[in-house]
């Protein structure tokens, strides 16, 4: 059981200010800010730094805007909370670890005798941070939550759920653990089992993204693309894995691997072995795939649900039995297939997957963690339109130098007649998404009733894989925030083919009015014109970018490709 060590503020008089920062794992880095229990603001460095996941940082720029934007000077700061947590020699953790890794045994050795030091590194960078945003180290309390129990927090405590809720993370790794299985009843989290490095799925999966030509963190999303087009009875990946209904035991001799194993090429060494290639043949390259590569992203695809569904019924089916509601976060959750499979099963009537489900979302777990050890509920993710927004004049400034453009008085309606005749349009609007999903606030829009949008937009604007599916957005309440797939119906199947993917379904995102009210009202022009309540929409970004965030770097962008056509707050550019 986590959590029995409540902890009460210094002053309960005041509202208690919680900053969440992650980048334990040198990637992802975040911001996130909760007062009195309500998440206000939350930021990935990426966004201002401009590279994409970007690694070995911390989240410095995420961290002043949060502050900036909630108006808070430093001092008013009461807990820094981060999602890494020491663990101490007689804990079992590094002792796992080291048994499973005993030929490589400097890892082996390093774990046993030095198990704490990327935790101690860790807090270093936490307290070079916290100098650099004037936060004083000695007056501000420092949590550090445990890796998966930040992720089981970021799900479980603002899902809403009132009842009785199962627990579910599948992630790379965090500190040592791998897997979370757990429920939460009154705000406190239950632990009921955990696997450990190097026994976990979401790095298998990312070991095999890496053998299919695609990068580890980015490109698992394109294996998931992929998957539809193959077969998955074609091949038989399952010596991957010892898998005994209860328990996983990765095979090392293939993937999850570490030093002599690991495949080398051109002096990078892979998550992967040479033995996997003297199986499946070489590692892919390039864009164009073969059959067989199309096949292994199918079996690989199909052997991830399997696995998780199966471990799902053995430790959390009782719960589920007993009340139907399941949270999901980590890298794993964002595998909307998975989550496809998880909301059809008879035993589960909700499922709340975190939007920011990948490392990014755990200084959203860390912070709502340490809020709620402070007696403090926390509230309900209403919306995650949680990052930097931009005033028109803002925008009119960064705009000096560049040509033409206009003030539009309703910008809903001058949008949904260029995208309802053929154009793709640019759409920066509002407070930007917090998380790897595009939800029409650095968006680019396609009508997908307009036949060839979709490779138009993958061709010669996002210059991306074209096996990869486009998402819609939609007006009636199915399920937010892209997290999962649904069937696709046969009739709009016909009316909305850009944007149903191979195997007939499609991600959908549901706009909230109160959320995002400039976008349902582009949603509501569309369907006044097309008579369809739906949108293409994908993430405002080239191949190998992060998702706009200013309005300087949605013009970058925008003469940077082949768009003609830019809503910028209240102005359209034009090309």
């Known amino acids: 059981m986590f959590g029995s060590d409540s902890i009460k503020t210094a002053d309960s008089s005041k509202p208690l200010v919680v900053l969440g920062l992650s980048g334990a794992l040198g990637h992802d880095p975040s911001a996130a800010l909760f007062i009195n229990g309500e998440l206000i603001a939350a930021a990935e460095e990426e966004s201002f730094i401009r590279k994409k996941h970007e690694k070995n940082h911390m989240p410095l720029e995420a961290a002043s805007f949060c502050l900036d934007f909630a108006s808070l000077r430093p001092s008013e700061v009461d807990v820094v909370a981060f999602p890494f947590a020491g663990a101490g020699l007689l804990q079992p953790d590094r002792w796992r670890y080291a048994r499973r890794y005993w030929y490589a045994p400097d890892r082996a050795l390093d774990a046993i005798f030095n198990g704490n030091r990327h935790y101690r590194g860790n807090v270093r960078r936490v307290r070079d941070v916290l100098e650099k945003l004037h936060i004083s180290w000695d007056r501000v309390q420092f949590d550090a939550v445990p890796h998966h129990l930040s992720h089981a927090s970021s799900a479980y405590h603002l899902c809403g759920f009132t009842e009785k809720t199962a627990i579910l993370g599948i992630d790379g790794k965090g500190e040592y653990a791998t897997t979370f299985f757990g429920w939460g009843e009154n705000g406190r989290i239950h632990r009921i089992a955990e696997f450990y490095d190097p026994d976990s799925l979401g790095q298998l999966y990312a070991s095999f993204t890496e053998y299919l030509g695609f990068e580890m963190l980015d490109g698992e999303y394109k294996v998931m693309g992929m998957a539809p087009f193959g077969d998955p009875d074609k091949y038989d990946l399952s010596r991957l894995v010892d898998f005994d209904g209860k ?329």
């Open 247 to 575: 328990k996983i035991r990765v095979n090392t001799d293939f993937v999850n691997t570490v030093g002599l194993r690991r495949y080398r090429e051109a002096g990078r060494g892979f998550y992967f072995s040479t033995k996997l290639v003297e199986w499946l043949g070489p590692r892919r390259v390039g864009d164009v795939a073969d059959d067989s590569y199309v096949h292994y992203a199918t079996a690989i695809q199909r052997l991830y649900e399997d696995i998780s569904l199966a471990l799902i019924d053995h430790f959390l089916g009782d719960i589920l039995e007993e009340t139907g509601k399941l949270a999901f976060a980590g890298g794993g959750a964002l595998n909307v297939k998975l989550n496809q499979r998880i909301l059809a099963r008879p035993d589960v009537e909700e499922l709340f997957v975190q939007p920011a489900a990948n490392d990014s979302g755990i200084a959203v777990g860390a912070a709502s963690y340490a809020t709620w050890r402070r007696n403090v509920p926390v509230a309900p993710l209403r919306h995650v339109y949680l990052g930097p927004a931009y005033t028109t004049d803002e925008c009119v400034a960064a705009h000096e130098g560049r040509p033409r453009f206009q003030q539009v008085d309703n910008v809903p309606k001058v949008a949904a007649e260029l995208l309802a005749a053929g154009n793709p349009v640019t759409w920066s609007q509002g407070r930007m998404e917090f998380g790897p999903r595009a939800l029409g606030g650095r968006s680019i829009l396609g009508c997908p009733s307009v036949c060839g949008v979709a490779d138009r937009i993958s061709e010669q604007i996002k210059f991306r894989e074209r096996r990869r599916p486009f998402c819609p957005s939609v007006l009636p309440e199915v399920a937010p925030y892209m997290t999962v797939t649904f069937d696709v119906a046969d009739e709009w199947r016909e009316r909305i083919p850009e944007v149903v993917h191979e195997d007939g379904t499609a991600r959908i995102q549901v706009v909230d009015k109160a959320a995002n009210p400039r976008y349902y009202a582009l949603l509501q022009e569309m369907q006044a014109i097309t008579g369809n309540v739906a949108v293409l929409n994908t993430s405002l970004n080239r191949r190998g970018e992060p998702m706009v965030c200013s309005p300087q770097d949605a013009l970058n962008m925008f003469f940077g490709s082949d768009l003609k056509y830019l809503f910028l707050e209240d102005l359209l550019v034009t090309k």
